[in-house]
């Protein structure tokens, strides 16, 4: 008989600006961000590839945006997955800002580092 996988686990990993999500203890994918001014700015959402169709993005977007809510931030999503499931969830639109040139120009030299 094989083993039930375990459920998937998601984790904050601040070193690395990320979120994490894990099936049976490997990385299945991330999402990314940046804080700025009590904002997290999510830019970048990703599921590998062997782990693609399971709902496992909406999962982590899904824990990363309670994260934000306990923590006191907001969110910015310049991240199109992240937009997407922000428009489908309006339980977050009180603490969700707008994308800015500001923003796009601040996220861009962050990256650039």
Known sequence: MTQPAAAPTVQRVDLKHRYEILVDGKTAGLTVYRDRDGRRVFYHTEIDDAFAGQGLASMLVQHALNDVRASGKRIVPVCPYVAKFLK????????????????????QTMRSH
């Not at 800002?97 to 796009?104: A, K, M, Q, R, S």
């Open 88 to 107: 489908k969830h309006d339980e977050f639109a009180d603490i969700t800002d707008p994308v800015t040139p500001e923003v796009l120009s601040w996220l």
